[in-house]
């Protein structure tokens, strides 16, 4: 096997029982880095101290990314004017922070008979966010009685994504 010391410097192709005992001379434990490769490549390091940084590594990583970010609004399908603009300014900040959002009309009673009043409301809302944001997914029902649309922020968003 090609063996790499605790310095990163290839000592060359040494025979496994020799690199076991040099392993154990330096106070190393002996890692096959590359198990496919001809021939096989091994490393002298601390196993224990190799997995701790690597699993910080991974956490760090993990620290910057961001979930599924959706969030939802909903709405009534006989939301004021007011209220609207109030939840859209409301759903602009989510695009501008990077965020998926969803954009829900939820029907009762008697508005049931109604989808035209919540896909008319959905096509409103999207209207009013087309310079920040573009449709993921178009105006979908939901069980038997919400409508949904999902969007996304577009070209025209101006933050970054937080963390």
Request: proline share 5%; aromatic share 6%.
């Amino acid at each position: 096997m090609l063996l790499i010391d605790e310095t990163n410097t290839s000592l060359g192709v040494i025979d496994t029982d020799e690199a076991m005992r040099l392993a154990r001379e330096r106070g190393y434990d002996l890692v096959e880095v590359s198990p496919n490769q001809r021939p096989p490549v091994a490393k002298l390091l601390d196993y224990g101290k190799f997995k701790y940084e690597q699993n910080r590594k991974d956490r760090e990583g993990r620290k910057h990314q961001r979930a599924g970010d959706v969030k939802e609004v909903r709405f009534r399908p006989r939301t004021e004017e007011h209220d609207i603009t109030t939840k859209v300014n409301r759903m602009a900040k989510f695009l501008n922070a990077g965020a998926k959002v969803k954009a829900t009309v939820r029907m009762r009673g008697r508005e049931r008979i109604y989808p035209e009043m919540a896909a008319q409301l959905l096509n409103t809302v999207v209207e009013r966010l087309a310079d920040l944001a573009v449709v993921e997914r178009p105006i979908v029902q939901e069980g038997n009685f919400s409508f949904a649309v999902i969007i996304v922020p577009g070209p025209g968003a101006t933050g970054e994504k937080q963390a």
